[in-house]
């Protein structure tokens, strides 16, 4: 039976000394942010993908599988003094490349906090380094040392997690979700959802295939530590976040040429972004959306249905949603001018808002750029969501 932590662990951490050109795919990076890195960690580049696009200023970021910690060091660049970056990788060759770095490039950037700590990008929550110094004073010879060691691992989890619950901003992976098996990916998303922030936000690289792959290739440790028998099915990708609860999913990024093809199944590079909703409440204040096109309607992953050009009333968490996140470029949100008074959301999807009820509400629009406010006189420029309010 295929090891796929060690099979993983072994391959690179040969890769540290060995060139290892399947290990990656050509990824370009912003060259401003690469120029004050370790030339070390610019030659170990095991990634398919930039997700460190996505990071902005503020952010406490996560990255899954951070190796030497090149995407850590870009973030650190991008999240400012009221930042954070915390690597997360099962790999203490490659961990140790990062640390070594670690007190110079934190004081080189202001003292922005960079953490790298061991652990499973599936299970966020166990300590791997704890772990190790509790099996090194409890060595298990015993089936109730063994209990007893489960038990450990559970209480470590609940009162002292490696990455606590909605602590985080922005999770990124660049490579490394095809490398958890197949048993483990489900956990995998749910420990991503478990440690965002609501309205937290995800951006992950990684290979997908056309196709099924055939037990055969999935019992290969070459082609697994590869990042290839490991691969999401690319329609499956998709599903297995919407399924975890997240919101907003979007295909950024899709390489019109696969990086390898493989028994007739192609292996491509792509980057998923989506982000965590806004709990679950769901009070009726008077909110508003408009839907702004191109399809005829659309409808959100709580089944919400938005005709094009129709004011439908929504619930102040669903209006949030759409106006904080990646949906806000499709939509006009109508806040009304006074709040009324909370109470549970009743109507059914679709439910028409009558123009009266948001007299003299805020409008909230896309950019001005867009034609919101064609000059100052015509509106006011506002700096929440980028918006414009136009009375």
Known sequence: MLNTEETVRQRYTRALTEKSPDLCCPTSYNPALLKGLPKEILEIDFGCGDPSRFVR??????????????ICYIA???????GMVVGIDMNGDMLAIARKYQAEMSEKLGGVPIQFVKGYIQDLALDLEATEEYLAKNPIATHSDLLAFLAWQDWQRATQPLVPGESVD????????????????????????????????????????????????????????????????EDRFVQSLEKAGLA??????????????????????????????????????????????????TRDEEEHIFPRGERIAVCERTYRTLMDGPYAKDFIGIAPETLRTPREWCAPSGTRRPARETKNGRHEF??????????????????????????
């Open 57 to 70: 200023e503020g952010d406490h970021v996560l990255d899954l599988g951070c190796g030497a910690g090149k």
């Open 76 to 82: 650190a660049q991008m999240v400012g003094p009221e």
């Open 170 to 233: 922005l999770v990124l992976s660049n490579c490394v979700l095809n490398l958890v098996r197949d048993s483990e990916k489900e956990a995998l998303i749910r420990e991503i959802v478990r440690v965002l922030k609501p309205g937290g936000r995800v951006a992950l690289s990684d290979i997908v295939s056309d196709e099924d792959i055939p037990d055969a290739l999935k019992r290969d440790p070459d082609l697994w530590s590869g990042c290839i028998s490991g691969a999401f099915r």
């Open 366 to 391: 896309p950019t001005a750029e867009e034609g919101c406010c064609p000059s100052p006189s015509d509106g006011e420029i506002s700096n929440d969501h980028g918006c414009c309010s136009c009375s």
């Open 248 to 297: 907003g999913i979007r295909i950024d990024s899709w390489e019109e040429r696969p990086w390898k093809t493989v028994d007739g199944i192609d292996f491509r590079s792509v980057t998923l972004t989506a982000f965590k909703p806004f709990g679950t409440e769901c009070l009726d204040r008077g909110h508003a959306v408009i839907y702004r096109g191109p399809f005829k309607e």
